[in-house]
């Protein structure tokens, strides 16, 4: 049970942890300044997060590791988040549709996971759900405001859900870590979560005057760390370079 | 060394005089962030709980609690972090709400946006952004004197 236990909840921290990196990518150089500190806020939010969940795992496994061992000295094969956060940051327009196709799953995961038989797992979930609320309430305004924008805004919007929405998919595919997890009433099927999130991408980009996708071709290996593409080796190059270079390094 | 163990309503004054980090006006006992504290045997046990998990001043928090309780002879302290019941902008206190009013930032309320602007009292405000600052904090302007100001989030 506890090696399930902790690729799952490697799989929820990596998760905080890659999107966190991404979104913290554009500290200083975001289009304007309150912009810059809403991205920055929410790259916040998720790296406490991603504290919470890698120092769980790290219990859980029992081996001397701690969140920041698993952050940095892992290799990217070992990595367990979506293909989906690993995404290139693209335009402003990019970033924020993929910010609000993963809020609203992470928000409808960490409300289920509230209800999880694990009592450790179910106070992280919901600490992070407050969060995650805002991160969702801002995403879906800024992708309706840039989809109903002008026509430029339009045109970018439409070919970020373009691009991304072939990432959508894995968010609800299931293997064994899910069946264990589900058996024990740990975590949600997360093919529950699917009917939901439609509704919601519906009704955001409805009033963002974007068309969803009609294939719904899944890229996968992201959370099962069968294959990632190829952006992960190349953002972990920069975010653990310093703790490669000169391991345990203190402030 | 056997010392008088000091009971748990004086460590309770002793750490409403301690500052928030980020927000100086009010105490961490404001705040609401200081869930529990008791004798455990001869250590002194604090529960502390995160405003957000990612506020870079918890950490500060909890050395700030250390230095004040060890200025005041507290040998055997531990802090204890608990998550749940997540913290909500319901545990600040009234007089914390007010002392924040007093200061410039608009309390929170559950209608999600500030009653009136801090400085001048009026209803016509605007959000500039869902972020602010810090990570408890989000922009509004007032559309009748044109500042700016700071809101406190409702979570």
């Known amino acids: 049970m506890s090696q399930p236990l902790f690729e799952y909840l490697c799989r929820m921290g990596d998760n905080a942890l890659v999107l966190g990196h991404r979104v913290s990518e554009w500290c200083g150089v975001a289009p304007v300044l309150e912009e810059d500190i809403a991205l920055a806020n929410v790259a916040l939010d998720l790296i406490g997060q991603t504290q919470l969940w890698l120092g ?67 106070a992280i979930a919901e600490k992070s759900a407050k969060e995650v ?42 293997d064994d870590v899910d069946q264990e997890m589900m058996a024990h009433g740990i975590a949600p099927d997360p093919a529950s979560l699917r009917a939901g999130y439609d509704t919601l991408v ?50 | 060394m056997v010392i008088e163990k000091p009971s748990v309503e004086t460590v309770w004054e002793w750490l409403s005089q301690v500052p928030d980090p980020e927000i ?37 928090i909890n050395l700030d609690i250390e230095t004040a309780l060890r200025a005041h002879g507290i040998e055997n302290l531990s802090l204890k972090r608990q998550l749940s019941p997540a913290w909500t902008t319901d545990w600040l206190t009234d007089a914390g709400r007010d002392k924040l009013e007093a200061y410039g930032i608009a309390p929170p309320q559950p209608a999600g946006g500030p009653q009136h602007c801090p400085r001048c009292q009026s209803t016509a405000v605007e959000k500039i952004s869902q972020f602010g600052s810090t990570p408890c904090k989000a922009q509004w302007r007032c559309t009748d004197c044109l500042e700016p100001f700071d809101y406190f989030k409702c979570i």
Not at chain 1, 133 to 149: A, F, K, P
Not at chain 2, 43 to 55: A, D, K, Q, R
């Open chain 1, 202 to 251: 519906a009704d955001v980009l409805a009033a963002a005057t974007l068309k969803r996708p009609e294939d719904d071709f899944a890229h996968k290996g992201g959370k099962t760390g069968v294959r990632h593409t190829e952006h992960l080796g190349h953002m972990l190059t920069q975010m653990q370079w310093l703790q490669r270079s000169y391991p345990d390094a203190t402030w």
């Open chain 2, 24 to 60: 100086p006006v009010i105490s961490l006992t404001d705040l609401g962030i200081i869930r529990d504290v008791q004798w455990q045997g001869d250590t002194l046990e604090v529960t502390v709980t995160p405003t957000y998990s990612g506020c870079p001043a918890t950490t500060i």
């Open chain 1, 56 to 122: 769980l795992a790290a219990e859980v496994e029992g081996k001397g590791r701690d969140a920041d061992n698993l952050a940095f000295h892992r290799d990217v094969w070992d990595f367990r988040n979506l293909l989906l956060v690993e995404q290139p940051n693209g335009d402003f327009g990019r970033t924020m549709m993929r910010q609000f196709l993963f809020d609203g799953w992470h928000l409808a995961q960490l409300q289920a996971l509230m209800d999880s038989s694990n009592d450790q797992i179910a």
């Open chain 1, 133 to 174: 609320t805002y991160h969702l309430e801002r995403s879906s305004d800024t992708v309706i405001g840039l989809g109903d924008g002008t026509e430029e805004s339009h045109r970018r919007m439409q070919s970020a859900v373009d691009r991304l929405w072939p990432y959508v998919g894995e968010m609800f595919l299931s």
